[in-house]
């Protein structure tokens, strides 16, 4: 489990070089053919967000 998700561009324009998105100990996501700004627009990008507040929690359910 991770605490941190980040989503870096290759096709970023603004963040150069591209392994400067990378974020240390998250767990690092990169798209394609997508630019800086375009990011928080992108439907692949809210399909991935979505899908990561979405999933369960580990021992998420389980009674003590």
């Known amino acids: 489990q991770f605490d941190v998700i980040a989503i870096g561009s290759q096709f970023d324009a603004l963040i150069l070089p591209p392994a400067r998105a990378r974020y240390p100990g998250a767990f ?12 928080l627009f992108a439907h692949r990008v809210y399909v991935l ?7 369960p929690l580990p021992g998420a359910g389980m009674r003590a």
Not at 49 to 55: C, G, H, S, T, V
Request: charged residues 30%; neutral net charge; hydrophobic residues 35%.
């Open 28 to 39: 690092n996501i990169q798209v394609r053919d997508i630019g800086h700004n375009r990011l």
């Open 49 to 55: 967000i979505r899908e990561n507040l979405e999933a």
